[in-house]
């Protein structure tokens, strides 16, 4: 599992006129199921998704689609853990 922090590196005006897109990004890899929570950060400096995919080339080959990627308005963070404990309703991502 990964945590994606982006990181907006360009003025919140540039990201807005990537926003629409990018939402269309995040539905598509939610009913792909690699996707188990997004939103912003507060304040709105950028966003956070968390990941389920197996490997980090294909958590890097989801985030080369983002709009944001490729328009180069948000830098992106990557940390990957292993889910040991969890909610009751997150148990099947437990490794």
């Not at 003025?11 to 939610?30: D, F, G, S």
């Not at 980090?56 to 990627?69: C, G, K, T, W």
């Amino acid at each position: 599992m990964f945590i994606v922090s982006l990181n907006y590196i360009a003025p919140i005006t540039e990201v807005e006129k990537h926003l629409e897109a990018h939402i269309e990004y995040l539905k598509k890899h939610y009913d792909l199921k690699h996707f188990l929570a997004s939103g912003r950060k507060v304040p709105r400096t950028g966003g956070v998704i968390l990941m389920d995919v197996e490997t980090r080339e294909a958590l890097d080959q989801i985030v080369s689609e983002d709009p944001f990627h490729i328009n180069k308005v948000a830098s992106y963070e990557i940390t990957e853990f292993i889910p040991t404990m969890t909610h009751p309703q997150l148990d099947p991502f437990r490794k």
